[in-house]
Every structure is written in C-alpha cells, then in structure tokens.
C-alpha cells in the first residue's frame, strides 16, 4: 500500500491498520519526517513493514520518484490511498488569496490525479500489472459546500468524486476497482491547520451522531473498500460523516 | 456477556435476502428469515443458518400489511429475542414496461412493497432499537438501487422512484435517531443475478446487461450480502444516513 499523507491523521491510522491487516505500507508525507518515522516504527514494532518517502504529490516528477521508491523497495503496488489533502485557511471566496486556493487544487486534485496515474500504470492488466485498488478522500464538503470556509476545498472533492467514478469505470475490467470515502467531521490536524483549532468542539456536538470521528473509523472503511469483500463495488464513495 | 445479535431479513427466502441471512450466520447472528411465499426456499435458508450454529425461524408474512408486520415483529421477540439488526430487502420490479402501459396494480404494489414495507418494519424497529423506549440501539440497511439514479426509463420507472424514496427515508431516520443507538444505511445494488428479474418478465436481463456493466458482469448476491453485513458492523461506527452504491460501476 501507498498512504499519501500517511504521516498523520487519517493517513497514519490506515497506515497502520493496513499494516495489522498485513499490507506493507509506504507512508508519503510532505514534510513532517518525524511524524512518519514513527508510524514506520508503530508499524515494524508490530511486526509489519513499512518504509517512509518524502515527497509533494502535486508535483508528477515527485509522484514519480515516490512510485519508483516504491516498486524498488517494497514491489508493485496494490493499494493507493489518495489521503494526502489541505483545506488551507478559512475565509469566504472574496477574500481568499490565489494561492490558498491553487494549493488546494494542486494536492487535492492533481495530487490524487498523478498518484491514481501512476497506480494504473503499474496495477492495470492491460499493462501485465496483478490489478489492485484505490481509494481517494472525498469529503462531505463535496455537497456541503464548506461556506464561510473553503469553498474552493468542497470544489476540489467534488472534482474527486467525478474522477472516482470516471477512473472507475475506464479501468473496471482492467482488475482496478475505485472508490471514495467522504469523512465528516475527524479528529485530525486539518482544522488547526485551516486557523481553526476549535472547529471540532464548536461543531462536533451538532453532527447527528453528536460526536467528531476518530481517524480509524475512516481508516476501517477505507481498508473494507480497499479487500475482496468489496468486489463489486467500484466508482462509489461511501459517506461516513455519522448522520451530516 | 455481549448481547446476541438478531436479524431480521424480509424477503430472506431468496437472492440477496438469503446470502445476507447466509452470511450474518458466519457472522454470529441469530435468524429471522421472512418471506412472502416461498416457504421452501426460506427453510433451506434457515437449514443452513443452523448448521451455521445459529438459531433460525422463517415466518410468512407480506410486510406491506401492517398487521402482518406487527405479527412479525412480535414473533421474533417472542422466539429470538430483541431484534438488534434489520435487513429491508424485500422488494419487488413488477413487469416491465413503459410508464404509459403500466397497470396501476403494479405502481401499487410496488410502493406498498418497496416503500411503505419499508417504513412500517423500520417503525417496528426503531420502537424496540431506541434507546428513547429502553432498547439496546442496533442498524437498519435499507436495500435502495442504482435504479434511483439511472431512472429505468423503458423498464420500470416505478421502481426506480420508489429506490428514489428509499434513500430520501435513509438520510432522514438516520438524523431521526443518531442519538438514540440506531445507525440507519442504505445499499444500492447494480445488475445482481437473482430470481427479481423473473417478476419482471425479463428472466434473461442479469446474462444479457452483465456485459454492460463497466465490470462486465452481474454482481452476485454474496456481493451484496457482504457490504450489507459490513455496514451492520461496528467497523462502521460512523456511518450513517450513508448510501454506499454497489454496481460494479454501473
């Protein structure tokens, strides 16, 4: 398995679910090493393997380097989580600057879009690969909107839930299957990182369920999408978003 | 001692209904299979559940009678015990057709079936579940169907409105009782190999549309059983009001 952004978050909680499900896991992150090094310890502590590789998936040339890392280090690649995702800093749309929202298109869009390139590349049978699976995070924002916040962040999952379906279908006799998971509301870093650090303790209490997700409540439906049991599901995305 | 799961399955005689009853017993559930009419097809399903090791009783019933559902319900309470998990999956296409040519039997019978069964089960359901009336909570999986989004213009309009309303039901009883123990989820299945296309004069559909589908093939009903059992399960704590499209990529 490839984790993008799977030195934290939703990313890290698959890592190493996936991990105690016996996957080999590359853990990709942008920048925080450490916070990778230690979900690679977590994972070979437990007796799994794991390896941590650096690098910005909104750049192909990197997606690239990551992908050859990859086939060189642990084999060819089966599973992809298209995890790694921003929402930057909250605002309305009059105000944001240009480079908030390039940002966000750039990792959320194109990121998702080199990395499933690259996986189809080597997964396909069209191209003598074994088949595998990909699940991109989509988001509630997708038909929420996001409002008042990063409305351009709820564009860029719409754009993944089109992608999800359309892949999914180029490649569905090809031994791919993809589908997307859409989150509510998890307890992870993205919202201090949008300025919003309280975001979950002000709005957490308003979710049907009462309560923000834990990031291996993702990761669990992100690993069912990603095994045999879900043979014939393929171009959906699952909300798991407990009742918003 | 964890309490005992207990499943109800309309329709459980056949198809998709049978492979989830099937599948729930691997699983550790106790049985309910209901079925409308086919008595024998239900006994072989509650044959294989006891192998299983799990307890199973089949009874008749046409869910779309609320009486019969009361008759249902309190069957199982009274021989299984408090119902934890119910599969809505009875349902039906009935013939196929154009909308100008269908007989108002079918429109009926088909929303009594596919609509109204649904929520008379759903409500006997969430009186036992609730955690408001002293219930243990559970889940409620609703079988909703690509039909919702596709339409069927040619083939079964009807349907593909009452699938329509399946969804609208699951988004709002899962808000309805989030708090009160119930997670509520639908399954919208694809081209599926089973005896429904029969009902809807068009027994040949799943052989001749499997290569249609961007898989290239019908999906089988253990395909469907096994999402189903999933989204029952506490590895889907947070989903709920979630309808999870199961289509091969149809």
């Not at chain 1, 590349?121 to 409002?147: C, D, E, K």
């Amino acid at each position: 398995m490839i984790v993008t952004g799977g030195g934290r978050g939703i990313g890290a909680a698959t890592a190493r679910l996936a991990a105690g499900r016996g996957y080999a896991v590359c853990v990709n992150y942008l920048a925080n090493a450490e916070a990778a090094d230690a979900v690679v310890r977590d994972i070979e502590a437990a007796g799994g393997r794991a390896i941590a590789v650096q690098a910005n998936v909104a750049v192909e040339a990197e997606v690239e380097r990551l992908f050859a890392a990859v086939d060189r280090e642990l084999g060819p690649v089966t599973a992809l989580v298209n995890n790694a995702g921003l929402a930057g800093p909250i605002d309305r749309l009059d105000a944001a600057p240009s480079e908030t929202i390039r940002q966000v298109i750039e990792v959320n869009v194109f990121g998702v879009i080199w990395c499933a390139r690259a996986a189809v590349q080597r997964m396909s049978t069209r191209h003598g690969g074994q088949g595998g699976a990909i699940v991109n995070l989509s988001s509630g924002a997708a038909s929420l909107g996001s409002p008042g916040n990063y409305v351009w962040y709820a564009a860029a999952k719409g754009a993944v839930d089109s992608f999800t379906i359309g892949l999914a279908r180029e490649v569905a006799r090809e031994g791919v299957r993809v589908n997307g998971v859409a989150p509510g509301y998890v307890k992870t870093e993205i919202h201090a990182d949008s300025g919003m650090p309280d975001r979950l303790e002000t709005e957490a209490p308003n979710v049907p369920l009462g309560r923000a997700a834990e990031p291996e409540e993702i990761a669990e439906t992100i690993l069912w999408l990603l095994s045999p049991a879900a043979s014939y599901t393929t171009g959906a995305t699952l909300r798991v978003a407990g009742g918003r | 001692m964890t309490d005992p799961q207990i499943m109800i399955v309309t329709g459980g005689s056949r198809g998709i209904g049978a492979a989830t009853a099937r599948l729930a017993a691997n699983r550790g559930y106790d049985l309910c299979v209901n079925y409308l009419s086919n008595a024998e097809g239900a006994q072989s399903v509650v044959r294989d559940v006891e192998a299983a090791g799990r307890r199973a009783i089949a009874v008749q019933g046409d869910v779309s009678q609320e009486d019969e559902v009361t008759r249902l319900f309190e069957t199982v309470d009274r021989e299984l015990g408090p119902v934890t998990a119910l599969v809505n999956n009875a349902g039906l296409t009935g013939p196929s057709s154009r909308l100008d040519a269908v007989a108002a039997e079918t429109l009926k019978r088909v929303f009594d079936i596919n609509v109204l069964a649904v929520m008379l089960c759903s409500r006997a359901a969430v009186r036992r579940m609730s955690t408001t009336h002293g219930g243990k909570g559970g889940g409620i999986i609703n079988i909703s169907s690509v039909a919702a989004s596709l339409g069927m213009g040619g083939d079964y309009v009807w349907y593909a409105a009452s699938k329509g309303a399946i969804d609208s039901l699951t988004i709002g009883l899962a808000n309805e009782v989030a708090r009160e123990g119930i997670r509520v989820n639908a399954v919208a299945p694809g081209l599926v190999a089973t005896d429904i296309h029969i009902g809807a004069n068009d027994p040949t559909r799943p052989e001749r549309l499997g290569p249609t589908v961007p898989m290239g093939r019908c999906g089988e009903p253990e395909e469907i059983a096994e999402p189903i059992l999933w989204l029952l399960s506490e590895a889907a704590s947070y989903a709920t009001g979630a309808i999870l499209r199961v289509g091969g990529g149809r």
